[in-house]
T-cell receptor, first 115, second 110 residues
Framework: DAGVIQSPRHEVTEMGQEVTLRCKPI?????LFWYRQTMMRGLELLIY????????DSGMPEDRFSAKMPNASFSTLKIQPSEPRDSAVYFC?????????????FGEGSRLTVL | GQNIDQPTEMTATEGAIVQINCTYQ??????LFWYQQHAGEAPTFLSY????GLEEKGRFSSFLSRSKGYSYLLLKELQMKDSASYLC???????????FGTGTLLAVQP
């Protein structure tokens, strides 16, 4: 079984450009999470979805960030316009339910560098 | 809100035992997780505690005290490959979200 698939793995862009990160969760998983990881702040929850519906987006930094989940097998995280402080590794994770252990399965991450 | 504290770094010797502590504050506690993350890789699940006590899984054990808001991860018979960051995470709050601590970087020395 394929795990969580993220693309791109690496992206280098210039300040002001739009960035779109993509995620395909594990088939059958009904929860999808977007996290951001930096040395200073660790792993921060940005937003999570249940059955394609956003449940908690309180971690989204500001209006420049938006996330969508148009169907059960695809999600995007968009940054427009990007800024140097957005440089981080962005992880997507999925899980099967939260009633049980709700173990998260992480993708390999998208490393974003904004110059 | 939710708050998690764990030491930033620890060093231990191959073959020894190390304990990594985690304290947390949250409303609506619904479980505590430990994840392992090697440099440049994604976090991977190690353990889950929702009731007080010790959960053992091979060389790794995790303990939880809900009344104290405290957990620890115990690693026995340390191996060089155990050098990694260990993340404590708590599920809770109004939306039952999973929040991570900043991690403890463990260096295992020969």
């Amino acid at each position: 079984d394929a795990g969580v698939i993220q693309s791109p793995r690496h992206e280098v862009t210039e300040m002001g450009q739009e960035v779109t990160l993509r995620c395909k969760p594990i088939s059958g998983h009904d929860y999808l999470f977007w996290y951001r990881q930096t040395m200073m702040r660790g792993l921060e929850l940005l937003i999570y979805f249940n059955n394609n519906v956003p449940i908690d987006d309180s971690g989204m930094p500001e209006d420049r960030f938006s996330a969508k989940m148009p169907n059960a097998s695809f999600s995007t995280l968009k940054i427009q316009p990007s800024e140097p402080r957005d440089s981080a590794v962005y992880f997507c994770a999925s899980s099967l339910g939260l009633a049980n252990t709700g173990e998260l399965f992480f993708g390999e991450g998208s490393r974003l560098t904004v110059l | 809100g939710q708050n998690i504290d764990q030491p930033t770094e620890m060093t231990a010797t191959e073959g020894a035992i190390v304990q990594i502590n985690c304290t947390y504050q949250t409303s609506g506690f619904n479980g505590l997780f430990w994840y392992q993350q090697h440099a440049g890789e994604a976090p991977t699940f190690l353990s889950y505690n929702v009731l007080d006590g010790l959960e053992e899984k091979g060389r790794f054990s995790s303990f939880l005290s809900r009344s104290k808001g405290y957990s620890y991860l115990l690693l026995k018979e340390l191996q060089m490959k155990d050098s990694a960051s260990y993340l404590c995470a708590v599920k809770g709050g109004a939306t039952n979200k999973l929040i991570f601590g900043t991690g403890t970087l463990l260096a295992v020395q020969p």
